[in-house]
């Protein structure tokens, strides 16, 4: 007979990739709260399009409303808001490439237990979800949707302690992976965020002293549009619980390395935000300068790939001293190329999103910035477009090394063999992508950017996986030996 988990187990497999990339929100003790959440998730839009969940309480019951699309979809109507009354609420936007986006897999998640209901939203991606599936499912554990972040709801019901925040903390020391969480209890709002801090999360004031509430976000563009202060990053490893006493912080876990998110920087959080104190429209000016130190060419004009190039552009044309142009116009209402799964459909994608602006380009030597080359697609599609228009020679210069591995912490990249530079040299991208020249900022410029003096081996202080292989965290699910693991954890409390 077929073993049920492993039927469970493919079928979690294949129908979510667990490939997400999502941001979290959440208020406490604010007036209007499923409004406010609403607008914090509009902020947080970039990181995730495809479903967005709120959960309310107000002070009694639970509320909660979840759908499939954008924020403005689900969020739009004043009705949906006002069926989710209360001073409290976390949110969630989550953006899944691979197979169904289906309704049971919208956050936040939601479960009641015998100490009462219990809500999390999760960004990031864990690495022995798979493992710890398997064995949750053995035991009799029933899961609702095919997401890794339900193991948390799991492991909290089957935990032995008897606070919500022990079981939290017991839930986390058996998970491996990159977190960032906003959780809603009866009693308290807890932001956590994994040892090594991979993903980012905020604490921000809302209101006056004393009787304003709080705040947790992915990211500070977050806290602007709902008018609260940024306090402080959540540390890495961090639990904190705010509730009617105050704000309290635990440390669970043995200090680890911090290994920052190098791609937040690069491409994914929005630029008016600050990640650990850093501006990332700014660190996005410095590599597009590291970049014109290293990689100068003679042309006419820098013309950045909108959005996400534009930052780096303005950097490497003030290094350079050559003019910056917009020589490509981006339609404003397309969403971010990936979300179109198909090869054919990304193609028809890249031509919607990007038109060139002909005059600016005709009998010029361009040289294009982007942030990243994944797949080639978008680049192989512009330089096309940009000879159409007339331009005489195109340079492309990249703001990241090239992106040679997948991240299985929450960023969503394609499977390894689907990564240009996975197979090519820079001189074979060149050709594939069709440019006069082509160069990516070398990984100590990336660091030097970042104000670092390059990158230790020792001591990278970034999670850089994508660009150099260098996993931090252990990747179970991964392993050949995932059946070893399973047979590790089938002692699980
Ligand atoms: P590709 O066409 O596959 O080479 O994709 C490269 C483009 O996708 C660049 O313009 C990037 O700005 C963008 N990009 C890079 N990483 C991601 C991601 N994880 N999700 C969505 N878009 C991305």
């Known amino acids: ?57 107000d002070g009694t019951k639970f509320h909660s409303h979840r759908g499939l699309g954008s924020v403005g979809d689900n969020f739009g109507d004043q009705k949906v808001i006002d069926r989710l009354p209360g001073r409290i609420a976390i949110g969630h936007n989550r953006y899944a490439t691979t197979g169904d986006t289906v309704l049971r897999n919208v956050q936040p998640l939601y479960a009641d237990f015998e100490f009462g209901g219990f809500a999390v939203a999760h960004n990031g991606n864990l690495t022995n979800a798979h493992v710890l599936r398997r064995a949750l499912v053995r035991r009799g554990c029933l899961f609702q949707s095919t997401t890794d972040s339900e193991v948390f709801i799991q492991l909290i019901a089957i935990s032995l302690y008897s606070t919500v925040v022990d079981r939290l903390i017991d839930a986390l020391k058996q998970v491996i992976g990159a977190y960032s969480l906003v959780a809603l209890s009866e009693h308290a709002m807890m932001g956590i965020r994994d040892p090594m801090g991979v993903r980012p999360l905020i604490l921000g004031r809302i209101g006056t002293e004393g009787t304003g509430g709080w705040v947790l976000a992915s990211e500070t563009c977050a806290l602007d549009i709902v008018g609260a202060d940024f306090v402080r990053d959540v540390e890495p490893g961090e639990i904190v619980v705010i509730d009617d006493q105050g704000v309290h912080s635990i440390r669970p876990f043995a200090k680890l390395p911090e290994r920052f998110c190098v791609f937040e920087y690069i491409y994914f959080a929005r630029p008016s935000s600050l990640m650990e104190g850093t501006s990332v429209y700014e660190a996005r000016k410095r590599i597009g300068r590291e970049l014109a130190i290293e990689s100068a060419v003679d042309a006419d004009l820098v013309v950045p790939v909108p959005d996400s190039g534009v930052p780096a552009a303005m950097g490497y044309a003030v290094e350079s001293g050559i003019p910056f142009e917009l020589g490509i116009i981006r339609n404003q209402y397309i969403g971010r190329t990936f979300i179109e799964p198909s090869d054919h459909i990304r193609h028809l994608g890249v031509k919607l999103k990007h038109s060139p602006n002909r005059p600016i380009l005709k009998g010029k030597r361009v040289i294009l910035v982007d942030d990243s080359i994944v797949r080639g697609t978008t680049s192989k599609k512009i330089v096309e477009m940009v000879r159409a228009a007339g331009a005489t020679e195109v340079h492309m210069r990249i703001s990241s090394p090239p992106t040679t591995h997948s991240c299985f912490y929450g960023i969503d990249t394609p499977e390894r063999s689907q990564l240009l530079a996975s197979s090519h040299t820079v001189a074979q991208m060149a050709e594939v992508i069709g440019v006069d020249s082509l160069a990516f900022v070398s990984i100590d410029g990336l660091y030097r950017a970042l104000g670092k003096s390059g990158r230790d081996a020792e001591q990278p202080f970034y999670c850089d996986a994508c660009l150099t292989g260098d996993y931090p965290i252990a990747l179970p699910d991964q392993a050949d030996n995932a059946d070893r693991q399973l047979s590790l954890l089938a002692e699980i409390k």
């Open 1 to 57: 007979m077929a073993d049920p988990t492993q039927v469970t187990f493919r079928e979690a497999d294949e129908e979510d990739g667990f490939h997400e990339e999502c941001g979290v929100f959440g208020v406490w003790q604010v007036p209007d709260a499923a409004a406010v959440t609403a607008l914090g998730l509009h902020a947080l839009q970039h990181r995730g399009q495809e479903s967005a969940g709120i959960v309310s309480h």
